[in-house]
């Protein structure tokens, strides 16, 4: 096994420009609903997600029973099932010396030409190697009226990730997706 590098200044910064526009680029090409992921991530063996609207339950990662990968693929799969054209809409990253912050703004249109759309606000924080240690993220209030629209409930959902990611479950179930290779 490798050793692992500590990242100068300069590397970290370079490297976290890298990771946002990674996240952005996937889901642009709209290839995270093909299962691609955030090339340039690299969890750290503790890392940690939080959204406030998952309430105050922090994710530990490593143990949490779907992957990265598997959630964000059901997650955009399910939003391009109403929405086929859904992907960032423009797209803002502020990257410094322990990790970045970026500015998503997703939407698509229904088949009536209508266009629904949300914020969402990602902050990302590394260690000295550029893994990440923790993760967040944020949405504006039209999320709800999104989640309504595409998977048929919203949150904030308090008690954690589990409902939201059982209502993507099954309105994919509901169009036919075996969602077992994703688990």
């Known amino acids: 096994?490798?050793?692992?590098?500590?990242?100068?200044?300069?590397?970290?910064?370079?490297?976290?420009?890298?990771?946002?526009?990674s996240y952005y680029g996937a889901y642009d090409k709209k290839a995270v609903k093909d299962g691609s992921t955030y090339d340039e991530w690299v969890f750290s063996d503790d890392a940690k997600y939080w959204s406030p609207y998952f309430g105050d339950?922090?994710?530990?990662?490593?143990?949490?029973?779907?992957?990265?990968?598997?959630?964000?693929?059901?997650?955009a799969l399910t939003y391009s099932l109403t929405l086929p054209d859904w992907k960032p809409l423009d797209f803002r990253c502020w990257p410094s010396d322990n990790g970045f912050v970026m500015q998503s703004h997703f939407g698509g249109h229904t088949e009536d030409g209508v266009l629904h759309d949300f914020y969402a606000y990602g902050f990302v924080e590394t260690n000295e190697y550029g893994e990440i240690i923790r993760w967040e993220t944020h949405v504006s209030p039209e999320y709800n009226d999104f989640l309504d629209l595409t998977i048929g409930v919203h949150g904030p959902f308090k008690e954690g990730p589990e409902a939201y990611m059982k209502a993507v479950m099954a309105k994919l179930t509901a169009a036919g997706i075996d969602i077992q290779k994703y688990l």
Do not use: F
């Open 57 to 75: 339950n922090v994710i530990d990662l490593k143990s949490y029973p779907i992957t990265v990968q598997g959630s964000a693929t059901m997650e």
């Open 1 to 21: 096994m490798s050793e692992k590098k500590i990242l100068t200044l300069e590397e970290r910064i370079d490297h976290h420009r890298k990771m946002a526009y």
